[in-house]
């Protein structure tokens, strides 16, 4: 069992925890995945995550860490993707693009060129056109310099238009 | 504001409508009150309810002169001599096999990440060849040991030296990839390695090959295991036009600094190949491994020089790699194919360093079957465990 939600104030404290943080960071998690499944149980990861901490954040700070670990989760999971999906245990049911764009209303030729780009370059792109952040504040999400997001902004639109337009 | 930046804004729209579900933090509180895997629940019929609803299999497949084609038939049960075995307990899924040299009692035992718990993260483990059953755990997802906080998605890769270390990769905390050690003669936790992934020990076991998939394109990169720095670094060339490739497999030869080294390529986000191409360390010169077939993959050295590699690779029905309908043994020296035998789908494949042995684990929900015409006779043993692992050798 997860230390801190044995008792009634430990869940309390998480539930909320939960009710406070958990709406946005899954729609984050939606924009970063498309995939609503996937984005709750990677909010889920990140709240397992926060509870195991042996040094978990200061309250003010926990909306920052769960954003933190949330990107470094889906990245995880890309990158994982590439590899595991040949492992039988973890057979892969993943929709495409176009069908969770589909399902989701989304432009399926924008979702699937968006699903193509590196995973920095998607954080960058869905933290700067999703949540209207500036450059500083994605910088401080992801953890690179700010010049690190301008660059990673600027080949994501190339190679954004560059497919696109292939698509027209 | 152009075109393209309201197009991107207006396809973000319905996520900032997007909603929980219904009954999401009762989920998540009932996950945190799970009980831990292998304290509460039995390990063996855990194993058990995996392995049948998986069906996972493990073979043997080719004989150590190299020069032999065995091909499958439909109905191979009056052709194959299968020694009978009786399983200690149940075999677990095989994921990323290593035999030899990690030979504790004969050919029988060998490394691989495997589920037993079945939370869907790799676990490692020494298990029997002949049964299949979990010799010793290793580690176990999802924490490293002595990693820093953060967790991580399991073990993905394994490998073993001559001397007993076993390296694992665990991916992805702290990094992108993370290699740790751990010694089985003392028993003692290595430890951090280096970062890196797909990681291959040399055969006196000095040397850690990695690839850093950091660096675009990916590097190959060697650790001197002795002193931990990073002796070599190598780009690799384009492994497709117009295609973005990732390492996916390292192995290192028993006779020299050559390494194997598979890559998957993705064009658009699709998975659209695999190759491997052997690489001198020394140098970074590297050669395609050619069989003639679309795709190769799962690259594991004999000690006779000749590389075995599971082909054509493909992709399989999830869109993720890769799945060889055969194993066929490459002589790099001729560039040749020396010989090939059929199987069902591989998923892992690796050799020992004596050559006499090959596992190659494979899923599917049919049972393996070994089979073939002029091969069959020649076998020597074949021993097993039902849907389990087995391994032959002649």
Not at chain 2, 246 to 256: E, G, H, N, Q
Request: charged content about 20%; some cysteine; proline content about 7%.
């Amino acid at each position: 069992m997860i230390a801190g939600v044995e008792d009634q104030t430990g869940l309390d404290r998480l539930r909320q925890q939960y009710e406070r943080h958990a709406p946005a960071l899954f729609r984050l998690g939606v924009a970063l995945t498309g995939d609503r499944g996937l984005a709750e149980d990677l909010v889920h990861d990140a709240f397992v995550r926060l509870h195991r901490s042996t040094s978990p954040p200061v309250p003010d700070a926990e909306r920052t860490y769960l954003r933190r670990t949330l990107l470094n989760l889906v990245r995880d999971h890309h990158r994982h993707l590439a590899v595991v999906r040949r492992i039988p245990f973890t057979a892969n049911d993943e929709p495409s693009a176009e069908l969770v764009a589909g399902r989701l209303g989304r432009d399926a030729a924008v979702a699937a060129a968006i699903e193509a780009l590196p995973h920095r370059q998607r954080a960058c792109v869905v933290l700067h056109y999703f949540e209207d952040q500036s450059d500083a504040e994605i910088a401080a999400a992801i953890g690179i310099s700010t010049g690190s997001v301008k660059t990673h902004l600027h080949r994501a639109r190339a190679a954004l238009a560059a497919q696109l337009e292939d698509l027209r | 504001m152009t075109d393209l930046d309201e197009r991107l804004r207006a396809h973000f729209d319905p996520d900032r409508r997007a909603e929980l579900p219904p009954g999401s933090f009762d989920r998540l509180e009932a996950r945190m009150r799970r009980p831990a895997p292998r304290a509460a629940r039995p390990y063996v019929a855990l194993a058990a309810a995996v392995v049948l609803v998986l069906g996972i299999a493990a073979i043997v497949v080719t004989r150590s002169d190299g020069d032999q084609t065995v091909h499958s038939t439909d109905d191979p049960s009056s052709t194959v001599t299968t020694a009978p075995s009786t399983p200690t307990t149940d075999p677990v899924p095989v994921t990323t096999a290593t035999t030899s040299p990690l030979l504790v009692d004969g050919p029988s035992v060998f490394a691989a990440v495997v589920d037993p718990d079945g939370d869907g993260l790799g676990d490692v483990a020494l298990l029997s060849a002949t049964t299949g059953a979990v010799i010793q755990t290793i580690y176990t997802a999802p924490h490293p040991p002595s990693a820093p906080e953060g967790g991580s998605t399991g073990a993905i890769a394994v490998d073993v030296s001559s001397e007993g270390v076993v390296y694992y990769e665990v991916c992805c905390e702290p990094a992108a990839g993370a290699v740790y050690g751990y010694d089985l003669d003392s028993g003692e936790d290595l430890g951090l390695i280096t970062y890196g992934t797909a990681p291959a020990v040399s055969a006196d076991g000095s040397e850690l090959a990695v690839a850093n998939t950091s660096a675009t394109p990916n590097r190959v990169e060697v650790v001197d295991l002795g002193s931990g720095d990073r002796v070599e670094s190598w780009p690799l060339g384009e492994a497709e036009p117009g295609a973005s490739a990732l390492v996916t497999d390292i192995a290192w030869s028993p006779y020299d600094r050559t390494v194997a080294v598979e890559r998957v390529s993705y064009s658009g986000g699709a998975f659209s190949g695999v190759r491997v191409d052997l690489m001198d360390v020394a140098t970074g010169a590297t050669t395609p491994a050619d069989t003639g077939d679309d795709g190769v993959a799962m690259p594991a050295f004999r000690a006779d020089r000749t590389l075995l590699v599971a082909s054509p690779a493909q992709e399989t029905t999830d869109g993720g790699p890769i799945a060889g309908d055969r194993v066929v043994i490459w002589d790099p020296a001729t560039q040749q194919v020396d010989g090939s035998v059929e199987v069902d789908r591989v998923a892992s494949l690796d050799a020992s360093s004596d050559g006499t042995w090959v596992i190659a684990a494979r899923y599917g929900s049919a049972p393996y079957r070994i089979a073939g015409g002029t091969g069959v006779g020649d076998l020597g043993e074949v021993v097993g465990a039902p849907d389990g692992v087995i391994a032959a050798s002649w």
